[in-house]
């Protein structure tokens, strides 16, 4: 049995590294084989001695985070968790320290399990990435802040977002007003992500000066597109043609970076999905890295994980 004490250094520390009725540490406890005891600003830890060392580095990344942001979410510590118990530990020092891009308000963006760490080092090293994989696991999020990183490195001039506009099984019928108004319900959650980073004025600054372009993907035919950061979300609604027709706008000093989930296909025939397709088409081709994610990289609610569970086994027996 090992024993290891941690003293923190303030009561207001231990109380956000703690959670609201040691909330935080029963969720510690129940994921690993320890017992957690706090007194005051002093935290032990007891247990054999491997799991005694991996929460002792658990409660080092986490109080880096509250010694930052002075808050600690659940979502974080269940995170952290996660990259402790499943990656060695040389790995684990490179998911943690790795900072894809700093926000306007100096939130770190960083990947929060090992394959997004391997997503995001293949954006870095490849012209075109493929992203697969359910909803929650930083597929979009992650491009978004691998082109703004790049957009500040001056690697490339602008960013284009882009993705078809088919409605997730719903008659939208009519929309009133002009093209912009048109399609900005379908684009708006393509924002959400350069909000959080850039915030809304440098992102409307950025649109103005078309350095960020958000368009359907019927308006890139015909286009090269050139030192530029091009992002291809919700592939899975495109169609064969589609796919083709956005691959072959990349240009010189230009990257594509495609997201999608392939269980949810909005297409009348699922069967033609352009992103379920290019798999099989584009697999050999040296250059373009596919890379897939499961609910075990899912950075939300930790139900979304079980719901996504529970519709794969369900569509296995159908």
Same mark, same amino acid.
């Given at each position: 049995?090992?024993?290891?004490?941690?003293? @923190?250094?303030?009561?207001?520390?231990? =109380?956000?590294?703690?959670g609201q009725y040691d909330s935080n540490l029963r969720l510690i406890e129940s994921t690993f084989p320890i017992e957690l005891f706090a007194r005051g600003n002093t935290l032990t830890i007891k247990g054999n001695s491997?799991?005694?060392?991996? #929460?002792?580095?658990?409660?080092?990344?986490?109080?880096?985070?509250?010694?930052?942001?002075?808050?600690?979410?659940?979502?974080?510590?269940?995170?952290?968790?996660?990259?402790?118990?499943?990656?060695?530990?040389?790995?684990?020092?490179?998911?943690?320290?790795?900072?894809?891009?700093?926000?306007?308000?100096?939130?770190?963006?960083?990947?929060?399990?090992?394959?997004?760490? #391997?997503? #995001?080092?293949?954006?870095?090293?490849?012209?075109?990435?493929?992203?697969?994989?359910?909803?929650?696991?930083?597929?979009?999020?992650?491009?978004?802040?691998?082109?703004?990183?790049?957009?500040?490195?001056?690697?490339?001039?602008?960013?284009?977002?882009?993705?078809?506009? =088919?409605?997730?099984?719903?008659?939208? /019928?009519?929309?009133?007003?002009? @093209?912009?108004?048109?399609?900005?319900?379908?684009?708006?959650?393509?924002?959400?992500?350069?909000?959080?980073?850039? /915030?809304?004025?440098?992102?409307?600054?950025?649109?103005?000066?078309?350095?960020?372009e958000i368009i359907p993907l019927a308006y890139m035919r015909g286009r090269t597109l050139d030192d530029a950061f091009i992002i291809l979300d919700e592939a899975q609604n495109t169609t064969l043609d589609q796919m083709?027709? @956005?691959?072959?706008?990349?240009?010189?000093?230009?990257?594509?970076?495609?997201t999608g989930d392939i269980t949810q296909v909005d297409l009348e025939d699922k069967k033609c999905s352009g992103l379920i397709q290019v798999q099989g088409i584009l697999k050999k081709i040296k250059g373009i890295k596919?890379?897939?994610?499961?609910?075990?990289?899912?950075?939300?609610?930790?139900?979304?994980?079980?719901?996504?569970?529970?519709?794969?086994?369900?569509?296995?027996?159908?």
């Amino acid at each position: 049995m090992a024993s290891k004490k941690i003293v @923190l250094k303030s009561n207001r520390e231990a =109380v956000i590294l703690f959670g609201q009725y040691d909330s935080n540490l029963r969720l510690i406890e129940s994921t690993f084989p320890i017992e957690l005891f706090a007194r005051g600003n002093t935290l032990t830890i007891k247990g054999n001695s491997k799991e005694v060392k991996d #929460v002792e580095r658990l409660i080092g990344e986490l109080l880096k985070i509250v010694r930052k942001n002075e808050v600690l979410r659940t979502q974080q510590v269940e995170s952290a968790m996660d990259i402790i118990r499943s990656t060695q530990r040389k790995e684990q020092k490179k998911i943690f320290s790795d900072v894809v891009y700093l926000s306007e308000k100096g939130k770190e963006i960083k990947p929060k399990t090992l394959q997004q760490k #391997v997503y #995001v080092d293949a954006v870095r090293n490849y012209d075109i990435v493929f992203s697969i994989g359910p909803a929650g696991t930083g597929k979009t999020y992650l491009a978004c802040a691998c082109a703004l990183q790049a957009l500040k490195e001056e690697r490339v001039e602008r960013i284009i977002l882009t993705r078809p506009v =088919v409605e997730a099984g719903e008659k939208l /019928g009519f929309l009133p007003g002009d @093209l912009y108004e048109k399609i900005n319900p379908y684009l708006h959650p393509l924002y959400d992500a350069f909000y959080s980073m850039i /915030g809304p004025e440098k992102f409307q600054k950025y649109r103005k000066q078309e350095i960020i372009e958000i368009i359907p993907l019927a308006y890139m035919r015909g286009r090269t597109l050139d030192d530029a950061f091009i992002i291809l979300d919700e592939a899975q609604n495109t169609t064969l043609d589609q796919m083709k027709m @956005l691959l072959t706008r990349l240009g010189f000093d230009a990257q594509v970076v495609v997201t999608g989930d392939i269980t949810q296909v909005d297409l009348e025939d699922k069967k033609c999905s352009g992103l379920i397709q290019v798999q099989g088409i584009l697999k050999k081709i040296k250059g373009i890295k596919f890379i897939y994610f499961t609910q075990v990289d899912v950075i939300r609610h930790q139900l979304v994980k079980k719901i996504i569970t529970a519709y794969e086994e369900f569509e296995r027996k159908r």
